[in-house]
C-alpha cells in the first residue's frame, strides 16, 4: 500500500525525530542481504590508483581528493564480494571512471547543457564505432572498453557499450533538467535517475562472472530482465538517501529524497522517509520475484541474479560510510 506523507507526518516522534539521518536511515531501510566484502579489495584498491594515473585522471588535485573520499575500490568490493581479481578490477576501474565522468559533466552541464555535447559525442563514437580518443577521459573509456573486450564474450561486451551509452545520453537529459526553471516531478526526476545511475553496465560484468555465458531465454526472461530493473533503481535510490545533504547544499535536483521534498514541501527527514518507502518496496519486490524465478534458473543464471543483489547492498555500506555522504552522519533526523 502506498505511504502517504500524511502517513509519515503522523508517526510516531521516536521514529523520525531521534539521531542523525544516518541513524534514521539505518533504522527504516529494508535491507535483507547481509554485508560482504572481497578480500581483494586492497589489490583493486592499488590497481585504481595505477590506472588513474596511467590515463592521467588524478593529475588534477581535485579529481584525486574526490576518488580518496569516493572509494571506487571498497564500493566495487562490497558489490562483488565473489568476483575473481581481473573482474573485481574492471568493476573498480569503471567505478572510478564514472565518478570523474559524472562530477565533470554535471561541472560542465550547469553552464549549459550544450557544452557537454562534445565530450558525450566523444564517448558515445567510442562505445559504437571504436573511435579513437582525443581526450584524457575518452582514453580511459577507450581502455574500459578494451578491458571489457578481453575478458567477456562478444555478446557481453556489446550489452556493456550499449548500458555505457545509455548512461552516458542520461547526462544530458540531467543537464536540461538542471537548467529548467521549474524543477522535475518525482516520476521524471526518478526516469533521469534511472538512465544516470550508471548501474545496468555493470550487469553484464556480473554475467562474465560465471562459468558460462547464459542462455538467452534466461537473460531475456522477462522475470530477469525485471529484476535487473528493480536492482538498478534501488541500488542509485540507496545513495540518493546518503546524498541528499550534499546534492542539497549543491543546488542539485535529480535526487529520489530530494524530488519528494520538493513535491511535499516537506523536511528533509521526512521526505527520506517518503524515498525509503519506495525504495524498501522495491526490493522486496526483487526478493519475491527473485524466489520465483530462481527455480527455473541454472547455476550461472543464480550467480548473475545474486550479482544483481549484491549492487543493492554493496551501495548501502558503501554509502553509510564513505567520506563522500560524511554530512549525513552529521545532518539530524530532526524533521
Known amino acids: 500500500m502506498p505511504t502517504t506523507y500524511e502517513d509519515i507526518a503522523a508517526a510516531p516522534q521516536g521514529m523520525i525525530t531521534t539521531g542523525s539521518l544516518r541513524d534514521l536511515i539505518d533504522a527504516h531501510l529494508y535491507m535483507p542481504f547481509p554485508f560482504q566484502n572481497n578480500h581483494r579489495a586492497a589489490e583493486a584498491a592499488a590497481g585504481v590508483q595505477t590506472w588513474l594515473r596511467a590515463r592521467g585522471l588524478t593529475d588534477d588535485p581535485a579529481v584525486a581528493a574526490m576518488i580518496s573520499a569516493t572509494r571506487p575500490a571498497q564500493l566495487a568490493a562490497y558489490n562483488s564480494p565473489s568476483m575473481d581479481a581481473d573482474i573485481l578490477q574492471i568493476v573498480a576501474n569503471q567505478i572510478a571512471y564514472q565518478f570523474i565522468f559524472d562530477d565533470r559533466a554535471e561541472e560542465v552541464g550547469r553552464r549549459r547543457p550544450g557544452l557537454l555535447l562534445p565530450m558525450l559525442s566523444e564517448s558515445v563514437e567510442i562505445l559504437r564505432d571504436g573511435r579513437p580518443p582525443s581526450t584524457p577521459l575518452g582514453a580511459a573509456l577507450a581502455d574500459l572498453h578494451r578491458q571489457v573486450r578481453e575478458r567477456c564474450t562478444p555478446a557481453q561486451a556489446a550489452r556493456w557499450a550499449w548500458n555505457s551509452r545509455e548512461y552516458v545520453h542520461g547526462l544530458l537529459y540531467e543537464a536540461v533538467s538542471q537548467a529548467e526553471s521549474v524543477p522535475p516531478e518525482i516520476g521524471l ?52 538517501l546518503f546524498s541528499a545533504v550534499k546534492e542539497q547544499r549543491a543546488g542539485s535536483l535529480i535526487n529520489l529524497a530530494l524530488a519528494h521534498q520538493r513535491a511535499r514541501g516537506c523536511s528533509l527527514p521526512t521526505a527520506v522517509l517518503l524515498a525509503i518507502r519506495r525504495i524498501n518496496s522495491t526490493i522486496r519486490e526483487f526478493e519475491a520475484l527473485y524466489d520465483e524465478i530462481r527455480p527455473e534458473l541454472s547455476a550461472a543464471g543464480i550467480g548473475y541474479v545474486d550479482g544483481m543483489a549484491g549492487w543493492i547492498r554493496g551501495c548501502y555500506f558503501w554509502s553509510r560510510t564513505v567520506p563522500r555522504y560524511a554530512d549525513t552522519a552529521e545532518a539530524s533526523a530532526l524533521p
Request: aromatic share 4%; net charge negative.
Open 189 to 240: 526526476c526518478g526516469s533521469i535517475r534511472s538512465l544516470i545511475a550508471g548501474v545496468e553496465p555493470f550487469h553484464p560484468l556480473c554475467e562474465a562472472a560465471q562459468s558460462r555465458e547464459l542462455a538467452a531465454g534466461e537473460l531475456h526472461h522477462p522475470v530477469v530482465r525485471r529484476l535487473a530493473r528493480l536492482s538498478a533503481d534501488a541500488a542509485v535510490w540507496i545513495p540518493d
